[in-house]
């Protein structure tokens, strides 16, 4: 892989957009129709390979690939859709859906791993460690974030996020507007890992942090979007 880009990781790239879009397929087909959602899936893959060498280089083992990659694969398939005639609402609608779809074909026992990972010591240090690492700025379409010891009360630990990697890179796709639907993602999230997150505030709305606060076994709050929340039906928790 080349310093700056994941071009030479294009391959395993794009075969990981072929098995997840193989288990979200249905919100396509229930929508259009076999054909033409194989269609819509041919021209969101060559648009994924486009977008692919423009995926800001964060480095070689970042943890956050798993919060950009996905969300680059949801850009593309955004990207055709918009191109397709579909308004914002419309787009959104099926974009949030796809993505609702990714996280609930998790088997029971991986979603409860990660529940009680989210929550082990490990993953505090590890949070922890990371958060001064991200402080460093030492790729610029990086996320920079604080790590916030909890008050053993309302909430375990947190997160204030002062810069977002995918914010910056809707942005330089001329799409910024999907941000606060990614965002609104963290609701089926949430409910399906037992993170009982509250959240105030984002980024992607405009707000100088995104505030995450974890409470295991907790209820979901979190604050979106009234555009998104209008436009896709999404209810807060």
Avoid at 111 to 134: C, D, N, T, V
Avoid at 189 to 215: N, Q, V
Wanted: with cysteine; aromatic share 12%.
């Amino acid at each position: 892989m080349s310093e700056d880009n994941y071009i030479s990781r294009k391959q395993q790239l794009l075969k990981d957009f072929d098995k997840s879009i193989a288990r979200i397929k249905s919100v396509l087909t229930s929508r259009y129709g076999n054909e033409q959602a194989n269609s819509l899936i041919s021209e969101s893959r060559f648009e994924y390979e486009t977008i692919i060498p423009q995926i800001p280089f964060i480095g070689h083992r970042s943890h956050f690939l798993a919060f950009l990659i996905p969300q680059t694969r949801a850009l593309a398939i955004y990207k055709v859709l918009r191109r397709k005639g579909l308004t914002f609402e419309e787009a959104g609608h099926i974009s949030f859906q796809m993505c609702k779809a990714q996280m609930e074909s998790r088997p029971p026992f991986l979603r409860h791993i990660i529940g009680y990972l989210w929550f082990s010591p490990l993953f505090k240090w590890q949070s922890r460690k990371l958060a001064k690492e991200s402080q460093k700025r030492k790729y610029p379409g990086s996320y920079v974030f604080d790590f916030i010891e909890g008050d053993n009360q309302t909430f375990d630990y947190g997160f204030d996020y002062l810069e977002c990697g995918a914010c910056k890179f809707l942005n330089q796709q001329g799409a910024p507007e999907l941000a606060p639907l990614l965002c609104a993602v963290d609701i089926v999230g949430s409910e399906i890992y037992g993170w009982g997150l509250t959240r105030t505030m984002t980024i992607a709305d405009g707000h100088i942090k995104c505030d995450f606060r974890y409470k295991k076994g907790g209820k979901t709050n979190i604050t979106i979007s009234p555009s998104v929340k209008d436009a896709c039906n999404i209810n807060e928790g």
